[in-house]
T-cell receptor, first 117, second 108 residues
Framework: GAVVSQHPSWVICKSGTSVKIECRSL??????MFWYRQFPKQSLMLMAT?????????EQGVEKDKFLINHASLTLSTLTVTSAHPEDSSFYIC?????????????FGPGTRLTVL | GQQVMQIPQYQHVQEGEDFTTYCNSS?????IQWYKQRPGGHPVFLIQ?????EVKKQKRLTFQFGEAKKNSSLHITATQTTDVGTYFC????????FGAGTTVTVRA
């Protein structure tokens, strides 16, 4: 089956620093990748959708200058949380959709737990 | 915009009993997907329902998609301690929207 990895699996950083999270599709080419955020005991909220080679589409209320998304290749998308603050502490999960796959099928990564001190 | 509502938010079940979690969408869905997230883990895909009125079973889990393709349910029979976790429905209508989840705890 399709495998999506994320790195790192967890990260602790100081307030004001930037953190980069990688999302990789290991055995398929992902034309579209999605970034979700999940706060404790809450559901997954879609932050943005990125298509390879083009700018990401952000959901309402998500600051594009704070959450920088790059999808430079068909197997890698990165999310950079810039100038992180404690309120950005969350579980960030990516998912990927293949070029030949159904539009409604996404494969989820294992998530990255970010703690900002 | 599309909204997916899920109830109950919490379900505390005696081991061996059955329970059901329900999902409702504000719009007609192309399909609905169900995920399970164990404590500290990430959502794991369980199943996808596409057809109106579709019913699918996975051992003790029965998934149903409503005739109008706006609601769905997950019924678990003879609950076991391994069923602990949060069950999310996610409706697809040009994008995937997750319900709030039902967190299940089991008392032995």
């Amino acid at each position: 089956g399709a495998v999506v990895s994320q790195h790192p699996s967890w990260v602790i950083c100081k307030s004001g620093t930037s953190v980069k999270i990688e999302c990789r599709s290991l055995d398929f080419q992902a034309t579209t990748m999605f970034w979700y955020r999940q706060f404790p005991k809450q559901s997954l909220m879609l932050m943005a959708t990125s298509n390879e080679g083009s700018k990401a589409t952000y959901e309402q209320g998500v600051e594009k200058d704070k959450f920088l998304i790059n999808h430079a290749s068909l197997t890698l998308s990165t999310l950079t949380v810039t100038s992180a603050h404690p309120e950005d502490s969350s579980f960030y999960i990516c998912s990927a959709r293949g070029a030949s796959g159904r539009a409604d099928t996404q494969y989820f990564g294992p998530g990255t737990r970010l703690t900002v001190l | 915009g599309q909204q997916v509502m899920q109830i109950p938010q919490y379900q505390h079940v005696q081991e061996g009993e059955d329970f059901t979690t329900y999902c409702n969408s504000s719009t007609t869905l192309s399909n609905i997907q169900w995920y399970k997230q164990r404590p500290g883990g990430h959502p794991v895909f369980l199943i996808q329902l596409v057809k109106s009125g579709e019913v699918k079973k996975q051992k003790r889990l029965t998934f149903q998609f409503g005739e109008a393709k706006k609601n769905s349910s997950l019924h678990i029979t003879a609950t076991q301690t391994t069923d602990v976790g949060t069950y999310f429905c996610a409706g697809y209508d040009y994008k995937l929207s997750f319900g709030a989840g039902t967190t299940v705890t089991v008392r032995a």
